[in-house]
DNA sequence: AAAGATTGAAAATTCAATCTTC
DNA sequence: GAAGATTGAATTTTCAATCTTT
């Protein structure tokens, strides 16, 4: 009789990876587009425009965070600010750089989101897995990055 | 002192797993590209056809499978064929649907693609976990389906 | 030249039909 | 009418430049 391989748990772990993370989203992102919000990769950015304040992020710095190519961030920019949602304008210091600054509406839509994200996220995540269950697996899953 | 919530631990997990999802897509993907090979739904596709064998697959038994919506399988069925890996035929029993066969080089290729794919699997999963917690995060991962 | 940002064109994805066969 | 598949048009993503400032 065989025993299963190390490498065997490694796909295991991988294909396990895909389907839970493809589960979760797909919960997440039906809710936000039931209640006419625009994607989670907005969320992210202006979670990120929140945190950092009056003095608003340099988008680079942005997009370092967000692991998000050069182009990728500007085109998710430009229809960001297109929405009312953030302004970008010219850095004092390097002219060559961008600060991004979150608007008041962009601050309305973000708590707006997370209500209905962080619903979904209870939803997917908190009534499958026991307590210990979540915590081993946060723990494991910092492990992978 | 204030405990961390169970809110909050689901909040952790699902960024765990975003986190984690990303780090080893991109190890993947990049590893592929770099092969020049196709990106990693054409494998997905490949392989359920090579487990099918003589007898194909019906192409809507396939996006069931791999939770594409028509639309989604069908442009994707057409650049795999376009490529020459697969072959789409009408169904004898029902002419509505059809029935997928993968091709020759269809089968060398997904060969050829699970190198490169399963090396980038051992080295941004087996070689960042213990064998304990691999097995432990793949039992807690198939409960978030 | 390098860093940060932008853009045209191509490819892929999505939506909302439509088409064909049952 | 419903199931399976396709398609035109719109949006998003990607690649490979290009532009501006340092």
Redesign the interface.
């Known amino acids: 009789m065989r025993m299963t391989s190390?490498?065997d748990?490694?796909?295991?772990?991988?294909v396990?990876?895909?389907?839970?993370?493809?589960?979760?989203l797909?919960s997440i992102e039906t809710s936000l587009k039931e209640a006419n919000f625009p994607p989670l990769s907005w969320y992210d950015v202006l979670l990120e425009l929140e945190r950092a304040g009056a003095d608003g992020t340099q988008a680079f710095v942005l997009g370092e965070k967000l692991?998000l190519p050069q182009y990728g961030l500007c085109r998710l920019l430009e229809r960001i600010e297109k929405a009312g949602y953030l302004k970008r304008t010219r850095c004092d210091k390097d002219g060559r750089a961008q600060v991004l600054l979150i608007t008041k509406a962009g601050v309305e839509i973000r708590q707006q989101i997370w209500e209905v994200y962080?619903a979904a996220?209870?939803r997917?995540?908190?009534q499958?897995?026991s307590?210990t269950?979540?915590?081993?697996?946060?723990k494991?899953?910092?492990?992978?990055?």
């Open positions: 190390a490498l748990i490694n796909e295991s772990v991988w396990g990876l895909v389907r839970a993370h493809q589960a979760v797909a692991l962080s996220i209870q997917s995540i908190g499958k897995l307590l269950d979540a915590e081993t697996l946060a494991i899953l910092v492990q992978l990055k």
